[in-house]
Structures are given as structure tokens and as C-alpha cells.
């Protein structure tokens, strides 16, 4: 493991990274941390952490996200789910509990177990989706 300046003193998930907090490590790359989580949705609920700290997906550099990805996929296969989610939050409204970038791999082998999840599409108005768009596109 390489020494990585982008970590805080206060991040629990940095400290886990740095081997100062034990944990069910998964795998370790260069960029990525992955362990079981010890309070999971399901059995096999698993993190995926970029080694750089930030708080909104948004503030990760591109080869952080890029090393995560791959390893959530391994986790995924070698888990041997049928069904499961791959969950990304952002803010404490959106129920990021770490202020710190992670990935969840959660396990779905039934309806109690893994993410519950609420989908209720707000029904926009093409107008409004239009305009919406147009301001993101223009900003991409």
C-alpha cells in the first residue's frame, strides 16, 4: 500500500484505509479499499472506498472512480449473487451515514433483506425535463 496524502485525521473510512480501525478487507489497489460492512442490509454487504478523501462523488478524481468500479464488480462475481444493488449516496438527505465517497455491494436474496428502496416518479412535464436538460447540457 502506497502512502496517500488526500486522507483526513477524523475520517473513519480513512483511518481503515491507513490500518489504524481493523477491518474484513476484500481487496486493496492502488486507489480502492474494499471490506465487509459490519452493520449490512444483508449477509455479504460490502464497501468499496476510493483512497482520497471527499465527501460528494462529484469531488473524486476520474482515476479513483475508475479503479472503484472494477472492484465492486469482482466483489460482485465472487459473491455469487443472484440479485443485488450497487449504491452510491451523496449527502445526509440522500443517506450517505460516511462523510467519505463509498460504494455499497448489497446482497438482495430476498424481499426483507438488502435496500429498500422508494420509486415514485414525480411525473414531469416534457417542458420541464426539456429545460432541465438544457441547463445541465449547457454546463457538460
Known amino acids: 500500500m502506497s502512502t496517500h496524502s488526500h486522507l ?26 474494499s471490506f465487509m460492512d459490519i452493520d449490512p442490509l ?3 454487504h460490502a464497501l468499496v472506498i476510493p483512497k482520497y478523501h471527499a465527501e460528494f462523488f462529484h469531488q473524486v478524481p476520474d482515476e479513483y472512480l475508475a479503479d472503484a468500479l472494477p472492484v465492486a464488480k469482482k466483489i460482485a462475481a465472487a459473491s455469487n449473487l443472484d ?25 438482495k436474496p430476498n424481499e426483507e433483506q438488502g435496500l429498500g428502496l422508494r420509486w415514485k416518479p414525480i411525473g414531469m412535464k416534457m417542458d420541464d425535463v426539456k429545460e432541465l436538460y438544457e441547463k445541465v447540457k449547457k454546463e457538460l
Not at 9 to 29: H, Q
Not at 83 to 105: D, E, S
Open 42 to 44: 444483508s449477509p455479504g
Open 8 to 33: 483526513t485525521d477524523d475520517c473513519i473510512f480513512c483511518r481503515i484505509i491507513r490500518g489504524e480501525i481493523p477491518s474484513f478487507k476484500l481487496i486493496e489497489t492502488d486507489k480502492s479499499y
Open 83 to 107: 440479485q443485488y444493488n450497487v449504491l452510491q449516496n451523496n449527502g445526509k438527505m440522500a443517506n450517505q451515514a460516511v462523510p467519505h465517497v463509498h460504494f455499497h455491494i448489497i446482497p
